[in-house]
Structure formats: structure tokens, C-alpha cells
């Protein structure tokens, strides 16, 4: 997949960019790419960001940032990534002084979010976050005010919103296609292996929901576009399975929206789950799976009819898209539709989460 | 559907049954059919209980009972009932006197099921009760004492249970056929019109839960095999609608088993659906629809493959081995596989749920 990589990322591409801005009299500039400092190159970060600058129009990767000399080496060569812009953790203050940085991609574990993203913010870089934003939502609110203050975007890695299915459940949820929303179901998990740091909590910061019900909670909030006024979830886990000591395996949520919606959602560690499904007064869009990296199906029921609905390939996948919105924002002086505030709003709802599983009860969510 | 009807019913088939109780010892009579008695001609007394004693072995229409004269006339005359054995409600203890029948089908509103089956058992009547059993713990505790006390069997009208897929399904999860079951997922509900007793509360004893989202309910418990132990519920209802001025519309809630399994479930009145899944360590099983009259469909997902199963027609659809299921236990002595229990272990549930939702807490159910 990262063959020819390098010769597209950094070759010039010369011709000019159809840029999606172009109309609106703020265009990006027409030759200039935004360079990313990849930071953490664990599975995620070379397995699925890395490949997918080549087929970025406004995104280059120019540097990385790594606690294990083997990777730097071996990525860098890949990658074409000069020495000189190849950075330990030690090093990573230095990112300042590299005028080809112009943002930074955190990739590491959960725990270390804040700390990276606001040193990001110090040294004058942009930031892209992944997923979930902190393990707080003190910290959200750390990297909200540091990137602030910097006068840095501050985004955070929901590829969803960059998935051509995704939007369009999105659109149509939203429009009323299958009548006015009344529940959303949405479900995330799959059977974890031991021996990751997703399963120690100091550096992960909790379980399954940190993870992977995220995608759930997440979904219902796009689906929606409301915030939830109310929370109750239930957690399960057998603390007796090595692979739970400290995290949680199933938690099952339940969100009510002011306009009435109610979502019903899962998060496991323990079974298989990909989908959403939007339930309209008159039919339903369903989505399963829904938030793999490739294959996304869509089902719409409507008037006695159940019909797939099949998009055609996208122009750029979700990792692109969502590579470039930053690019974008950053060139042209946008705002990203998944900033900082969206990362802290589902953090005040897992803290919720986890609260209602606690301490057994509802938890109120109104502002 | 009812159109022959009267000759399957009450002609002599002669021939002698091929009885599911015959190796055990404890065979049904050879030619006694059971006389039921149905109490309330509604549509589902009519259009899906009646014509179906016609696919019975052990069970026969052989009295009615309504407040609508021109019902009693118009029916009775469809399947042949004498005038004697048709009953208003102010005649109905006068079933006491009546040696063909030997049990009622209570198919009135809710709330009249604990008082009509009591009758009936203080009568002498074997009594099978449409779900929900009654809308109150204490109603189907009064219930299961009268039985006790005159003898007589109580069956509540758990149809699902004698369905060809709803039975696999239960057998598949309970055996690990998709490794220990984790998850399940249930929804059942439907658009309701305006206009019915089903939106009464002093008739339903409550909304969409007492009525669609017991099967949902019911499903997490026949297909667990065990007790929920929490119960957390929030309902959402827009009390500026006609139809939901005194009973509730949605209502999600999630239940925890003790072997850890948690179920999320859905009940609407609001909008279409009819399915569970059953999430385990390899797989699930998908049912959906899983309870409409007929038609269910079941897909199995397992080592990286999705197949639908089919099973051949039944001998007896649902109602029919629901009928005679009754039947069969009133002449063999057994208990009914859907007792009272089961009516009042729903009943408990659905208690905890509503209580759920108003107190907005968890509720424990720990015996």
C-alpha cells in the first residue's frame, strides 16, 4: 500500500488543485501541502494514517516522531522522511524549530493526548488528535485552551465524518428520510487480545467505551446533531479474565436527546459488533458495518421496501479526507468540523458513562 | 383464513394422534379434545387465535365469550357454536356449568386479565392468559394463587415459544453455537394508531412496554435462560401527542444477567421494529423479523461467514402449538412450559423498568 508513497507524497505534483474551498473566496494555496509530524508509530499510525497521505491533494507526511530508534529508521526510509526530521520523545520540543512541521498527528496511547497535543500547541504546530480526544474532560479542556492560546487548530481523528456512507446516513437522518428520528441503535466492539496497552488503564484511561464504544456514542451525536440531556449505562465485566484487570469489557449505554430521541448503544470487548441503524416514523437506515476502514453497507427500509444503497468510489477515502479537512482549515482559515469541542463533547458523555455504571443511576446531562 | 374452519374443528378426524407425550408414559387421551372457551372478540381473538384451532390436535373452539351481541351471533356462527355455549359478560361465571369447556382464553385489555382468569379458575376453568399476564405484580400473584387454590392449569400466551426459530435460537445460544453468549439485542415496536384501549392506561396498565416491548423483554429471558439482576430504563415520551397522553411511547432498557450477559432493549410505539440478536465470543445469531405471526428469518454469523438458516414449515404453526400445548399439559398432568411464573417474572421486570425510568436509577433485582 506504501509502494510509490514517497515519489507522490513529495513530488511535485505541479498541475493546480480543484480545491473544495475555491468558490467561497478563501482558497487554499494552490501548490502549497501542509506537512504532518507523525507522532507515535504504533499499528495505527503506519499501518492506516501513513499510506494514505499519497492520496492526500493538501497533506504530506514530512516527520516522526518515535521512542524506538528501529521504527524511525525503518519508516523513515520508507517514507523518505530526511534524518533530521526524525524525533525521539526527548527531542519532540524541538518540532518548533522545523518550518516544515505544520502540524503534528498524535497516534499514542490514550494517556498521552494532552500532554503531546499542548506541547504540539507550544511549539506553534496544529494539531490532529486521535480518538478519544483525552482520558478527561479536564484535559479536553487543557488542549482546548493550550491550542487556543497558541492560536493552532486543535482536531480530532473522527475518520467517520470524512466516509462517504457515513455522511450520507448523516443527510439523511437528519432530512427526515425515513420520517423523523425516534431511536438510533449503534453498536461497536470485537474480542480483544491480550497484551495491549489499551487493556492498562494508566495508559489507556478506561476500557471497550475509550476504545471503541466511542464510535457508537459518536454516531449517535452525528446522527442526531444534539447533545444528550440524559445517560444511563450498565457495565459488565469478569474481572477474573486477565485481559480485564483494570479496564471494562461491555458497557451499554442509553441517551436521551432533548428533541426526544433515544439511543441505544453497546460497547464490548468481548464480541463483535460494526453498525448503526437510524429508526424513522417510517422506515430505518441501517449501517453494518459502518465504521470499518473499507466496506461500509447501507440498507434503507421505506414503505415495505428494504434496498441497498450503493455509493460510488470516493475521490479520497476517509483517512485523506480526513488528513486534508486540517490541511484545508489550516490553508484557509476554517474552523474543522470536528475540532476540539467535538473530542470534549463526547468525553463529558463517557464521564457520564461511566458515572451512571458506577454509581447505578441516571445522570443528568443538562447544561 | 377461517373459511373451512368449522369442519376441521369439530368434524370427527377419527384417526388416532400421534402424541408428543406418548413414550413418556403420560399419553393424552386419544380422542378428547380440549374445549376452549375464548374470552373477548378482538382482532387478535379473531383473526389469529380462532381460525388456528382448525391446525389443533388436542384443542377445539367450543364456547365465546363477549359484551358484543352481534360478535357472539356473527362468530358463532362462522364456527358453529351453539347458542348456549355463547356467553356475555354479565353471564360468564354460568361457564361453570358448562362441561365442554374445560379452559378460557383470556384475550381482553390488560387489565381485565386478572379478574376474568381468576373467575375462570374459581369456575373450574383452566385458564390461558394473554401476555402481558396482568399490569401489576400483585394481580399475577392473585392470579397463580387462585389457580393454586382451584387446580386448574395457567398458561400465559407466550407464543414465540412454540416457534419453530424462536425455539432453535434459544436452543443455538443457550448450547455457546456463537461461544458464550455476551450481548443481546432486542427491539420491538410499532407506529400505533389512535384510538385503541391499547392507549387507555386504566385498560393497558401502561404503553408500548406492557404491549410490544414485552417481547423484546421476554426474548432477553427465554434466550439467556436466566434472571436479570439490574435493570436500567429511560423512556421518552412527547406527552403533546394524542396518543401518549397516559401511556409511555419509547422506553430503551438494559438488563444484566448474573452470568454477565447484558441485553439492550428497545420498545416504541413510535416507530417499526421486530428483532433480536445474540452476540457471542465467535459470532451471532440475527433474527429479524424474530416474532411476527409468520415469517421470521434467522442469519448465522460464525468464522468470518453470514448464512441465513431455514427450517421446514411446522406441522403446527405457533398458535395451534401454543393452543395445544395447554391442552396437552391439562390432559397429561404437566406444567405448562409458560406458567404464570413466566407472566409474573415479565411482570417483575417490567416493574423494575418503569421504576427505572421515573426514579432515573438502576434498579436491582436480586432476589
Redesign the interface.
Known amino acids: 500500500m506504501a509502494a510509490g508513497s514517497r515519489r507522490e507524497i513529495l513530488g511535485g505534483l505541479g498541475a493546480s488543485l480543484a480545491l473544495a474551498g475555491l468558490g467561497s473566496g478563501r482558497a487554499v494555496g494552490a501548490t502549497r501541502k501542509i506537512g504532518y509530524a507523525v507522532v507515535g508509530l504504533g499499528s495505527y499510525a503506519t499501518r492506516q494514517i501513513m499510506p494514505n497521505f499519497a492520496g492526500c491533494e493538501h497533506s504530506r507526511l514530512v516527520a516522526l516522531v518515535s521512542g524506538t530508534p528501529a521504527k524511525l529508521e525503518q519508516y523513515g526510509e520508507q517514507y523518505g522522511i530526511a534524518k533530521t526530521h526524525r524525533y525521539s520523545y526527548a527531542d519532540f520540543d524541538r518540532i518548533r524549530d522545523n518550518p516544515d512541521i505544520d502540524a503534528v498527528y498524535i497516534v499514542l496511547p490514550n494517556s498521552l493526548h494532552a500532554e503531546y497535543s499542548i506541547r504540539a500547541a507550544q511549539a506553534g504546530k496544529h494539531v490532529m488528535c486521535e480518538k478519544p480526544m483525552a482520558t478527561s474532560v479536564v484535559e479536553c479542556e487543557a488542549m482546548i485552551a493550550a491550542c487556543r492560546k497558541a492560536g493552532t487548530k486543535l482536531m480530532i481523528g473522527y475518520r467517520s465524518r470524512f466516509e462517504p456512507y457515513n455522511k450520507l446516513a448523516i443527510e439523511l437522518a437528519r432530512a427526515g428520510h425515513v420520517g423523523p428520528t425516534?431511536?438510533i441503535?449503534a453498536?461497536h466492539?470485537f474480542?480483544i487480545q491480550p497484551g495491549q496497552w489499551r487493556l492498562d488503564k494508566p495508559l489507556s484511561g478506561g476500557g471497550s467505551m475509550m476504545d471503541i464504544g466511542i464510535y457508537s456514542l459518536n454516531a449517535a451525536r452525528y446522527l442526531t446533531g444534539e447533545e444528550p440531556v440524559?445517560v444511563?449505562?450498565?457495565e459488565?465485566?469478569?474481572r477474573s479474565d486477565p485481559r480485564f484487570r483494570t479496564v471494562e469489557d461491555?458497557i451499554?449505554?442509553?441517551?436521551?436527546f432533548p428533541s426526544?430521541?433515544?439511543a441505544?448503544?453497546?460497547s464490548?470487548y468481548?464480541?463483535?459488533?460494526n453498525g448503526y441503524r437510524v429508526?424513522?416514523?417510517e422506515?430505518?437506515i441501517d449501517m453494518e458495518p459502518a465504521t470499518p476502514y473499507v466496506g461500509q453497507v447501507m440498507t434503507i427500509r421505506k414503505g415495505g421496501r428494504t434496498e441497498p444503497r450503493t455509493l460510488p468510489a470516493p475521490r479520497k477515502n476517509q483517512f485523506a479526507g480526513q488528513l486534508d479537512h486540517l490541511a484545508e482549515c489550516i490553508l484557509n482559515g476554517n474552523r474543522p468540523i470536528v475540532a476540539g469541542e467535538e473530542g470534549l463533547a463526547d468525553m463529558r458523555v463517557i464521564e457520564a458513562i461511566y458515572r451512571?455504571a458506577a454509581e447505578?443511576?441516571?445522570v443528568?446531562l443538562r447544561a
Chains 1, 2 share one sequence.
Open positions: 425516534r431511536l441503535t453498536e466492539g474480542p440524559e444511563s449505562a450498565i459488565s465485566t469478569d461491555r451499554t449505554f442509553a441517551l436521551r426526544g430521541i433515544e441505544n448503544c453497546i464490548s468481548s464480541s463483535a459488533h429508526i424513522g416514523t422506515g430505518s451512571s447505578r443511576r441516571h443528568s
